[in-house]
Structure formats: C-alpha cells, structure tokens
C-alpha cells in the first residue's frame, strides 16, 4: 500500500518543501497533475453502488402483515409501563418482555448460531419517575459479522408505555405508536437479517424505561462502551405508526424524519471550541451517518422520503439515541412526520368526542413496514460496505517561517478490510448541506492535495472492489 500521495504541480519545489514538512510519509510520494478546486481533474460527482439484488429481495420480504400481529400482540399486555408488574403472566412489562424475549429466540434459531439472544437486566435505583428500585429487562439480539465483527450497528424500539401521568403503572396503556411500532420494526428486521450473513454485526434489541428517562438505554450504551464496542451507526425507531397526525393537517405518508445532532454531546469543551474554529459544527459522526443514510435508502428504493433535521431531537425532548450520542456514538432518531399529542402519552379516554390515547387504529401499518424499509437499506449498507476510515486527520502546520499552508494534508489508518480498492477525498462548499465531489486517491493513508482548506469541508470514504462506500469520516484538525 502506498503511504502518501501529492496531488499538485509536478516539480514544483514549493510543494516538494510543503509536503515534506506536513507528511512524515512524503519521500514515498507520487506526484500527480494538479488538481484544484476549481476543475478537479481525477475528481467526479459523487458515485454510489448499485443496490444489492439482496437487498431488494429482502425489501420484498418485510410484511405489512407482521407488523400489524406485533403490534396488535403487544398492545394486548394492557399496558408496558415500565414499574408495572414483571411477574403477572398476562400483563405488564414483564409479560411483554418475556414475549418479545420468546420471538427472539424463534428467530436466533433461524440464523445457523450466527445470532444470539440476552435479557440484559438491571436494577435502577430510585430515580425521577421511579419511585422505588425497579428491574429494567432489555432485550438484546446479536447477529455476529463475519468479516469485521469488531464494529456493531444498533436499531431499537423502546418496550415501554406510559399515559398521562408517568408514574401511572396501573392504567392501560396500549403504547401503539409509541413504542409498539419501533420494537415491530426491530422484530421484523431481526427475523429477516437472521437468516443473512454480513461482515458487519448488526444488533437488534428492544428497551425498556425510555419514557422515564431513557434508562435502558443508557445501560445498553454504557455496557457496550465498557466492552470497547465500536459503534459505527444507531438509529431509534420512536413513534413510527402513524403516516397522518388526525389533526386536519395533509396525511404525509411517504416520508420519515431523520433527526441528528450538531456539536457532538460527548465531546469535551476544548474538542467543540476546535470544531466550531473550523466550522465543523454540520460534520460530526451522526451527520455523515444521515448523509450515508440519505444516499443508501433512497425513495425510488424504500418508497419513503428521508427528511434530515438536523437537531438531536424534536424541541427539547429526546429518545434512546441520545444515550448512544452521549457515550460518543454516532446515532439518529427516526420518527414519523408530524405527531399528534392527543394520541401521546395521554390516557385512554374520550373528551369533548375527542379521541385520547395511543390506540391500535391510529396505526398504518403499511407506514411502519415502509419505516422498516428505510431501516433495512441502512443497516444492509452499513454492514456490507467499508466500514467508516478512523483517525482521519487534517494537518495545518506550516513550515518554519510560514503564517500559513494552502494545501490540504489529509492522514488517517488503513481500513481493515481486504477487499478495499482505495479512498475517496469528498468535498463540499460549507454552506452545502451533503458532499458534492470525490477525489479517488488510491489505496493510500494520507494525501496532499492543491486545493484550499479554508473554502471547503474535507473527508474521506473507503471504497472496496464491489464500488460500496463507506460513511464519510470527517477530519479532526491537528496541529502536528
């Protein structure tokens, strides 16, 4: 593997010097005809991969029809709250996790033994909105890679209910759209990956105590950063019922939001002052997850519009994700396009002849089957192509005697796949909200390039022998 490539004027004995003293790898340098920003001469729009026949067959595959029995199955607990009962064996949350816990195991026994099934269990101690020390029960499957199973993709329903008053464990609590819609979609992707191989792991599991303050997955999160998992993508699939809001607004049936956060929660001050010196505050790890998204799951293949907000979530609320965000995982909340809070969190009742309550026929359960399209074209992707290039660095020292470099020096660590053919550099204007150009630099691990750092934004993708892509990993900027 080539170490260093320069992409400039050949001979030229200012990009001999600059190179050499931004790269420690630059006398294994080639050089290249120049390229700028302007006209690009090795650069092109960006490419993507032809979809898998793979994919589409299991696209195929997902069953309106199924989602609608796990959904209607899981409403039929009365209510999933999470300090209702665990041992009654028709009610509760811990009826319904032993179900769910039951299906999984159905389902692992599809996959060869390449998926296995944990009740990740754990007492939470008196919290806000718990009253008393409480059992939370996730449940957990594991469909190991068989390449790189070292780097995981997570998606997550959350098991648990809740009516107006968070502390009701009592009342019924049928938590149709949310969040019987997201654990229908973990289950159908679970049943269907199982059956598949793929060099990534994907994890399918379901969490209980989100309503009362994300506490599942926060442990979830936590114990897979403890074990030194690399967490390359999470999505949480909260409230994904319900392709009209009953609120005599336009029904908007073939579209799902995307939310992904700015600054990244998990990094410390002195990393969010640097990101905001270089204008990176758009480029953190879940924005170039929602790009990678955006770019695999498109409507002409899933039938649904993605729309990208780009906030951590709706205004001032959260969902599991942000437990991923906060042990610096890069992970997005998907969700349905406008919700009605007459169907949410609220007791079932009528007021007025106005329907409240989250019940069972304010579901489409062509939507949610649609949603777990969406799901499954990214996890596919995420776990059949390159996984996301590490380190990837920009350094911006100059020479001795200089206030300044106009060249971009890009490094980062050879990925791990034997498949790879190279690296692309993607650009953009700051002000564009995806990546806009490729630069194939080879099977390279750093490269100089003639085109001005202060205009654009810079990254890099891994692409193997089959033309997929990696997510884009952005640069952090060193000084060194």
Known sequence: MDKNVVFGRAGATRRAFLSASAAASAAAAVTVPLLSAATPASAAALAESETDPGLRQLLSEISPARIEATITRLVQFGTRHTSSSQTDPVRGIGAAAAWVYQQMQAIAATSSGRMTVQRQSFVQPASPNIPVPTTITNVIATLQGTVSPERYYVITGHLDSRV??????????????????????????????????????????????????????????????????????????????????????????????????????????????????????????????????????????????????????????????????????????????????????????????????????????????????????????????????????????????????NDTVLTWDANPETDLSGYEVVTRETTAPDWTVAIPVGNVTSVTLDIAKDNLQFGVRAVDKAGHRSPVGFPVTVTT
Do not use: C
Request: glycine content about 10%; aromatic content about 10%.
């Open 164 to 405: 107006t008053d968070v502390t009701d464990f009592t009342s019924d609590a049928p938590g149709a759209d949310d969040d019987a819609s997201g654990v229908a979609v973990v289950l159908e992707l679970a049943r269907l990956f199982a059956t598949r191989q793929f060099p990534g792991t994907l994890v399918f599991a379901t969490v209980d105590g989100e309503e009362q303050g994300l506490y599942g997955s926060a442990f979830m999160a936590a114990q897979m950063k403890a074990a030194g998992a690399d967490v390359q993508g999470m999505f949480s699939n909260d409230i994904v019922g319900a392709s009209q809001a009953f609120d005599g607004t336009k029904p908007d049936p073939f579209s799902v939001r995307l939310f992904v956060e700015g600054v990244p929660a998990a990094d410390s001050a002195a990393q969010i002052s640097l990101i905001e010196a270089v204008g990176g505050e758009n480029d953190g790890g879940t924005h170039q997850l929602a790009r990678f998204v955006t770019s695999v799951a498109p409507k002409s293949l899933t039938g649904m519009n993605i729309r990208v907000i780009w906030r951590r979530d709706r205004y001032l609320r959260g969902s599991d994700h942000v437990s991923f965000q906060a042990q610096g995982y890069p992970a997005a909340r998907i969700t349905e396009p406008r919700e009605n809070f007459n169907h949410e969190h609220r007791n079932v009742e009528v007021i007025g002849g106005v329907e409240f309550g989250d019940r069972l026929e304010f579901v489409d359960f062509q939507y949610t089957a649609r949603v777990a399209r969406v799901n499954a074209a990214a996890l596919w992707a995420l776990a059949t192509h390159p996984a996301t290039p590490k380190n990837v660095r920009v350094h911006v020292a100059p020479p001795a005697g200089f206030a300044g470099i």
